[in-house]
C-alpha cells in the first residue's frame, strides 16, 4: 500500500526566502504525482502536476522535481511571500486505480 | 466555468442523524470523487463514481456510508446514523476523463461535518 511522507511537518521563513518541501512516497509504481495548496477552511488548489515520465515542471515562482526510483519529490518556492502561507499537500496516484494517495502536508507560515 | 461545488459548507448533527453532502462536478466532468480528511490525518479516498456507476469503493466504511452519482443532479454521499468519530471534512473532486492517472482531479472546498 502507498505511504506518503511530507517533511516537515510545519515551516516558517520569513519573506524574501527561498525554500523547499520534501515529499517521499514507498512505491514507486507511480502514474503522477501532484502538488497542492489548502488554505485553511477551504478546499485545495492543484499547484503541480508531474507525470512519472517527467522530471520537473515549473510555473512561475513554484518548481517541483520527481525523482520516481527513489521515491521522492520536492516543491522548491522561490523568493516566498506572505501570501504563500498555507498547508502544500503532496498527492501520488498510481498506475493501476484511481485515487490519489495524500501526504499529510507541510504547513507553511511566511513570516512579513 | 464554475468550480467543483460542494454543499452546505459546513454540516452539524446529533449522533444518530443522516448527514447528505452534495457535490456538483465541474461543468463537462463525469468522473467524481470522495475523500475525506480526518483531523490531523491526510485525505483519505473513499469512493470514484461516474454517472449512475460506483467504480471504485474500496475506502468507504462498509456499514453507513453510501454514495450516488445520479444521470441527473449532484453526487450524493450519505451517511447514516452518523457517530463523533465521523466528524471530518468531506471533500469532493470531478476530472473530465477517468481514472487519476489519465487526468488531474479538480477539488471543491469541501463540506466540514460536525456529529455532537
Known amino acids: 500500500k502507498q505511504e506518503v511522507t511530507q517533511i516537515p511537518a510545519a515551516l516558517s521563513v520569513p519573506e524574501g526566502e527561498n525554500l523547499v518541501l520534501n515529499c517521499s512516497f514507498t512505491d514507486s509504481a507511480i502514474y503522477n504525482l501532484q502538488w497542492f495548496r489548502q488554505d485553511p477552511g477551504k478546499g485545495l488548489t492543484s499547484l503541480l502536476l508531474i507525470q512519472s515520465s517527467q522530471r520537473e515542471q515549473t510555473s512561475g515562482r513554484l518548481n517541483a522535481s520527481l525523482d520516481k526510483s527513489s521515491g521522492r519529490s520536492t516543491l522548491y518556492i522561490a523568493a516566498s511571500q506572505p501570501g504563500d502561507s498555507a498547508t502544500y499537500l503532496c498527492?501520488?496516484?498510481?498506475?493501476?486505480?484511481?485515487?490519489?494517495?495524500f501526504g499529510t502536508g507541510t504547513s507553511l507560515t511566511v513570516i512579513p | 466555468n464554475a468550480g467543483v461545488m460542494q454543499n452546505p459548507r459546513h454540516l452539524v448533527r446529533r449522533r444518530g442523524q443522516e448527514a447528505r453532502l452534495r457535490c456538483s462536478p465541474m461543468?463537462?466532468?463525469?468522473?467524481v470523487y470522495w475523500y475525506r480528511q480526518l483531523p490531523e490525518e491526510g485525505l483519505k479516498f473513499m469512493v470514484y463514481l461516474q454517472k449512475e456507476n460506483i467504480i471504485d469503493e474500496s475506502g468507504m466504511p462498509k456499514e453507513r456510508f453510501s454514495a450516488e452519482f445520479p444521470k441527473e443532479g449532484p453526487s450524493i454521499l450519505r451517511i447514516q446514523q452518523v457517530v463523533r468519530g465521523d466528524s471530518a471534512a468531506y471533500f469532493c473532486a470531478s476530472s473530465l476523463r477517468s481514472g487519476a492517472f489519465t487526468d488531474t482531479q479538480y477539488f471543491g472546498p469541501g463540506t466540514r461535518l460536525t456529529v455532537l
Open positions: 461543468k463537462g466532468h463525469s468522473h
Open positions: 498527492a501520488v496516484s498510481a498506475d493501476t486505480g484511481n485515487q490519489f494517495y
